[in-house]
């Protein structure tokens, strides 16, 4: 296309567009009026992202054929391929290993929370649909998912589903700028409130300006009313900073996630609710300290020490010898 005056309005017009769309999408939240599109995209784009994660899971699909070679190169193409193969099924065994460790946590995680949960798979990072931190997992409608349901893994809170397709579904990470989730205080019990930043730690907003909070501090999710989209109890992080009381209403902290966001496969979508509040129950346990080793040192004499142990030794052996010649009829 030439580069006319019209062409360039057309472009300014198209992205001014894109961003008002954007920014209506963001605004209204659960209620967006483009929600109904983006569920469109998800079973559209679904299927199509579950193919492109089956083709290339080395777990479920074997190794393609090497690449065609002249009869010269025959021999090697046999050994490239035998090498591959090689690599392709340990590097399987790996990732079964390290899925299986994920999913015995994630187990444990549900059982101590007493959740029911569904399984899933990461199988795309971010949402064709939007510019948020997401994920799109392997679950959806056919699956008995539905919106605003609570999503985690063997380290805690993951994040909430946004939007349901007939096969996959899209999870807001909690690390997202536009997430919020209601927080508890371990032992305290004070209440706030967390937001995503990205790859910095979470914002929590304390309710209490007072409240006494150090590093080490753990928090879990409050809860929702009806359980949407947070069931309580779910292990969120560990304070790591906390800004000092400036005597206002609220007080801010900083927490390092559980969650590693960038590294998600295996998580479990909260589909019952616990029957009741679990509480601290699900935190992991703190690692215990070590022992403290004592040591004693003894200082070393001096040579005038040395000397007068010396006479005194000798002293009680000649007075030894002197007692033994009385004593000798």
């Not at 899971?57 to 190794?63: K, V, Y």
């Not at 998912?145 to 893994?153: E, G, H, P, S, Y």
């Amino acid at each position: 296309m030439r580069d006319t005056r019209e062409s360039r309005l057309l472009l300014v017009l198209l992205i001014a567009i894109a961003f008002a769309l954007i920014t209506v999408d963001i605004r209204g939240g659960q209620e967006s009026p483009v929600d109904g599109a983006r569920q469109a995209a998800a079973a559209v784009f679904g299927p199509v992202e579950n193919g492109v994660a089956a083709a290339v899971d080395p777990i479920g699909n074997a190794i393609g054929a090497v690449r065609d070679s002249g009869e010269r190169h025959t021999r090697i193409a046999a050994l490239e391929k035998e090498n591959a193969e090689l690599k392709a099924e340990l590097g399987s065994d790996d990732r079964n290993r390290n899925r299986l460790r994920e999913l015995d946590a994630m187990l444990k995680t549900a059982g101590a929370g007493q959740y029911g949960i569904k399984g899933a798979q990461v199988i795309a990072i971010g949402a064709a649909q939007g510019f948020s931190w997401t994920v799109t997992v392997d679950v959806g409608a056919r699956d008995g998912i539905k919106r605003d349901m609570t999503v985690l893994n063997g380290s805690g809170l993951v994040g909430r589903v946004t939007t349901v397709g007939p096969s996959t579904s899209t999870v807001l990470l909690a690390n997202d700028p536009d997430f919020t989730v209601g927080t508890r205080m371990e032992k305290s019990d004070e209440l706030g409130f967390a937001t995503g930043q990205g790859d910095r730690p979470l914002l929590v907003q304390l309710l209490n300006g007072k409240a006494k909070v150090k590093p080490g501090d753990r928090l879990v999710t409050f809860g929702s009313r009806a359980d949407k989209p947070f069931v309580p109890g779910v292990p969120v992080g560990e304070v790591v900073r906390v800004d000092p009381a400036g005597g206002g209403l609220t007080r801010n902290i900083f927490v390092r996630p559980y969650v590693g966001f960038t590294k998600l496969d295996i998580v479990g979508v909260v589909v019952q609710a616990p029957p009741a509040d679990p509480r601290d129950t699900v935190l992991p346990q703190k690692p215990k300290p070590a022992p403290t080793v004592t040591v004693t040192v003894t200082p070393k004499p001096t040579d005038g020490q040395q000397a007068a142990d010396g006479q005194r030794n000798q002293q009680g052996q000649n007075q030894q010898g002197q007692d033994q010649g009385d004593t000798t009829p």
